[in-house]
C-alpha cells in the first residue's frame, strides 16, 4: 500500500489567496519532501506519488492544476506517464514540468510532450519560476 502525503499551505498574492493544486511524481523521498515544503510555503496544496502508477491514478482523480514529474521512475517511466496523460482527454491539457538528473533529458524535449524541462539537480527558483509561469499561464488560458 502506498501512502499518499497531502499538504495545504497558505500562500497569498497580491492579498489574494493563490493555491493550486500541484502533483509531484517523485520516487525519491528526500526531493519530494524538498519540492513539497517549497510549494507548501508558497500556498499550494501537494500530493506526492512515488511513482508512475500512483502518479496516473492521482493525476486522473485529483485533478491537479499542474504535475511535476521526475522521468527516472520505477515501473511507468515518466516519459510514458506524460504520453499516456498527453493522450487523455481529461488530462490532455495540464502543464508538466518535467524533471531529471540525466544528461539527455534536453536531448529528448520533444520527444517528452512536457511544457518545462528541469535539470536535477534544480535551482529552488527556477522551480518556483516555471511553476508560477505555467500556473498563470493555464488560468489565463481558462479565462479566455
Do not use: C, Y
Not at 499518499?4 to 502533483?23: D, E, F, P, Q, Y
Not at 524538498?34 to 485529483?62: C, F, N, Y
Not at 517528452?112 to 535539470?119: P, Y
Not at 519560476?129 to 499561464?137: A, Y
Request: charged share 25%; glycine share 8%.
Amino acid at each position: 500500500m502506498t501512502i499518499v502525503s497531502l499538504a495545504n499551505g497558505r500562500g497569498s498574492k497580491g492579498g489574494i489567496s493563490v493555491s493550486s493544486r500541484i502533483l509531484v511524481v517523485e520516487d525519491q523521498p528526500d526531493v519530494a519532501q524538498l519540492i513539497e515544503v517549497v510549494l507548501k510555503g508558497e500556498g499550494h496544496t501537494v500530493a506526492i506519488a512515488p511513482d508512475g502508477a500512483q502518479g496516473l491514478m492521482l493525476s486522473r482523480d485529483w485533478k491537479p492544476d499542474l504535475i511535476l514529474m521526475d522521468i527516472m521512475l520505477p515501473g511507468v517511466d515518466g516519459g510514458t506517464l506524460i504520453s499516456r496523460l498527453r493522450q487523455e482527454a481529461e488530462t490532455a491539457h495540464l502543464p508538466i514540468i518535467a524533471m531529471s538528473a540525466s544528461r539527455t533529458l534536453r536531448d529528448r524535449s520533444d520527444e517528452l510532450q512536457a511544457d518545462a524541462l528541469l535539470s536535477k539537480p534544480f535551482d529552488v527558483d527556477a522551480l518556483l519560476v516555471q511553476v508560477q509561469f505555467l500556473l498563470s499561464r493555464g488560468r489565463d488560458d481558462s479565462e479566455s
